[in-house]
Nanobody, 126 residues
Framework: VQLQASGGGLVPPGGSLELSCTSQ????????VAWFRQAPGKEREVISC????????LYVGSMKDRFTISRDNTRNAVILEIDNLTPEDSAIYSC????????????????????WGHGTQVTVSS
């Protein structure tokens, strides 16, 4: 396991969470990183990604309003903040990393990521 996702838990609807993706092996600021989630019975979907180049971030269209991805280099982490959680956000959230430069285009939502870790469970329920 190369990456560690943490910060999940049981949250009431309307609440917020901050998920963290860290690594004991990698300096996260050197990698393009993406967050994914997979709900029971559904395929894994990408949420957001952040590139090393210019720190640019992309979001899947429906996620843009409530999800924020950022880097916290003091913690060697990539953070995903989720606001106004709904039960539909319940899923296992995981992160993945890729050494930059593998792809020539900046559409990091479409990258095939190489390094993964175990996810963290987010459950939204009252």
């Amino acid at each position: 396991v190369q990456l560690q996702a943490s910060g999940g838990g049981l949250v009431p609807p309307g609440g917020s969470l901050e998920l963290s993706c860290t690594s004991q092996r990698f300096r996260m600021w050197n990698y393009d990183v993406a967050w994914f989630r997979q709900a029971p019975g559904k395929e894994r979907e990408v949420i957001s990604c952040i590139r090393t180049a210019e720190g640019s971030a992309l979001y899947v269209g429906s996620m843009k309003d409530r999800f924020t991805i950022s880097r916290d280099n003091t913690r060697n982490a990539v953070i995903l903040e989720i606001d106004n959680l709904t039960p539909e956000d319940s899923a296992i959230y995981s992160c993945a990393a890729l050494w930059p430069g593998v792809y020539r285009h900046p559409r990091c939502l479409q990258y095939t990521y190489e390094h993964w870790g175990h996810g963290t469970q987010v459950t939204v329920s009252s």
